[in-house]
């Protein structure tokens, strides 16, 4: 009589089996058609077997392929620009967010917009929800006494990726340039901007609310706008700097 020690040997029910095949077959499913639904899966799986649609599912659930996460979207490949001070006025903005909180800890955001050329701040505007709608409307608002920018460089933030910015800079005929990801430095004008405006002032006090970061924000934009020198625009205010470009810079007929 032939021996087998139970360590070698041991009887696999047959719904076991069964099971270990509906699971090969579901996990294959997902990596290819990540997208797909139970029943998606189960059109699919009748074409070869002959399993009991409640036994799917069952499996389908335990792997937790009813809980599947969506998968992050992926950016197209950016390409690297270099980042050159423009030679005219208004030809390229430098957009970005900056987060901070309140005394009662609740986080307000703040849209900061910035003109290339001259590192004149055209906008910082305090609140605590700025959705893609709401920064095309304020965009809209700079370019009535400033005209539409030709570039606008951002991050691939989501209000800078959507739809509703996209339409509205098409509308505009305007370029969007978005930096590539975890490449701040492509945006090297506004993050020094940013880095000025936490220091004079984000960092500097202490908000109730926020007409109070308004009230002490829009002095401090006049001052560096007309007073504070930029070693980077020969030691010149941004609006100093750019009248004195206009009266130096001779235009061909």
């Given at each position: 009589m032939c021996r087998i020690g139970r360590s070698v040997y041991r009887y696999q029910p047959k719904k076991q089996v069964v099971d270990t095949k509906i699971k090969k077959v579901l996990t294959d499913l997902a990596k290819v058609h990540h997208r797909w639904g139970f029943d998606k899966m189960m059109a699919k799986i009748k074409e070869n077997y002959a399993w009991n649609h409640k036994r799917v599912y069952r499996v389908y659930c335990e792997l937790k392929l009813n809980l599947r996460i969506k998968p992050r979207k992926r950016f197209s490949p950016r390409e690297a620009k270099m980042l050159v001070q423009p030679i005219?006025?208004?030809?390229?903005?430098?957009?970005?967010?900056?987060?901070?909180t309140l005394s009662n800890k609740r986080k307000f955001r703040t849209l900061n917009v910035i003109d290339d050329y001259n590192r004149e701040c055209l906008l910082i505007e305090p609140a605590f929800s700025l959705p893609s709608m709401v920064v095309t409307r304020l965009l809209d608002q700079v370019a009535e006494s400033k005209g539409y920018p030709e570039v606008i460089r951002s991050d691939n933030g989501p209000e800078f990726i959507s739809s509703d910015f996209t339409k509205w800079a098409e509308q505009h005929n305007i370029l969007l340039h978005h930096i590539q990801p975890g490449k701040p430095a492509q945006n090297g004008f506004i993050e020094r901007f940013n880095r000025t405006y936490r220091q004079d002032i984000l960092d500097a006090h202490w908000f109730y609310n926020l007409e109070e970061v308004r009230e002490i924000t829009e002095p401090w934009v006049d001052q560096y706008n007309n007073e504070r020198p930029h070693e980077s625009l020969a030691n010149l205010s941004p609006i100093n700097f750019k009248k004195m470009r206009d009266k130096t810079t001779e235009i061909p007929l």
């Open positions: 005219v006025s208004n030809h390229c903005w430098s957009l970005d967010f900056m987060s901070n």
